[in-house]
């Protein structure tokens, strides 16, 4: 018998288990060893949004120093002041020598100019592009773990099986992102229950317990079974699978639905 995570009134379990379940304001919530595959605790959470504060607050460092930098390049444009002294001094001496060569000058101070911007723009640049990657990746990864957070939840509470949970989370992820705090329909993903608005979570997983039940539990249409005594009873022919992956449900899907391969737990 699965057990659900979140109940409403321990009456939906039998007496001997209730014990398991503790009271969390008007619901009782399941006491786990442990937790579930892909679940991710609020403070794993916190930690990665503070490492993209991180980040943030050192893009605004960088930001300010490459400022300064553009401010002092723009000062001295075309001019390094080490240089043009070291000019005029080589051109007052070849001056006095009766030697005027202004192109000589000019190659001086386009080389400091370049040397400049070799030594202390380019660096800046690159600090500056790899905080901004790292930044974005980090990102990324807390958006992905907000969103299969929440496909978990609503995809155990709909009495997903835990061998489906990667199968799943893939494919709400071709219809879901993570848009601030808020998990979002993409665009082109609406309500076939409220015309017009965008595809709730909620929705959508209803949904996937009729297109793909055998992800689910078997109240939910699923073919898994237990005990010996069903194995017994498995017409010749029809194939079986013990705890199946996330690959194999998706390659025997069609066949799970027709009745000719039926998913076992051990």
């Known amino acids: 018998m699965s057990l659900k995570p979140v109940l409403d009134s321990l009456d939906q379990v039998l007496p001997d288990l209730r014990q398991h379940y503790t009271a969390d304001g008007e619901k009782f919530v399941l006491q786990l060893d442990g937790d579930p595959a892909g679940f991710v605790s609020r403070s794993s959470h916190v930690e990665m949004q503070n490492k ?13 120093r490459l400022k300064d930098a553009a401010k002092l390049t723009a000062k001295f444009e075309g001019i390094d002041p080490a240089q043009a002294r070291a000019a005029l001094q080589s051109t007052a001496e070849l001056s006095r020598k009766g030697v005027r060569k202004a192109s000589d000058v000019d190659t001086a101070v386009s080389s400091a100019l370049q040397a400049f911007k070799d030594t202390e723009l380019a660096p800046l640049r690159k600090l500056l592009s790899e905080e901004r990657e790292a930044r974005e990746s980090a990102d990324q990864k807390v958006a992905q773990a907000a969103l299969k957070s929440a496909v978990l ?65 078997s109240s939910n249409g699923g073919n898994s079974r237990h005990g010996d005594g069903f194995s017994a009873s498995i017409p010749s022919g029809v194939k079986t699978i013990t705890n199946p992956t996330p690959l194999e449900l998706g390659k025997y899907g069609a066949d799970i639905r027709a009745g000719k391969v039926v998913i076992l737990d051990e």
């Not at 993209?52 to 300010?64: H, I």
């Not at 489906?164 to 989370?169: G, R």
Request: no cysteine.
């Open 52 to 64: 993209v504060a991180e980040f943030r607050d050192s893009n605004f460092e960088l930001t300010e």
């Open 153 to 217: 939840k609503s995809f155990r509470a709909a009495g997903g099986q835990d061998a489906a949970v990667d199968f799943v989370v893939d494919r709400a992820s071709e219809v879901f992102h993570v848009e601030g705090d808020q998990i979002k329909a993409k665009p082109g993903a609406y309500s076939t229950e409220n015309p017009g608005d965008p595809l709730s979570l909620t929705e959508w997983m209803t949904d996937q317990t009729k297109a793909i039940g055998f992800a689910f539990g």
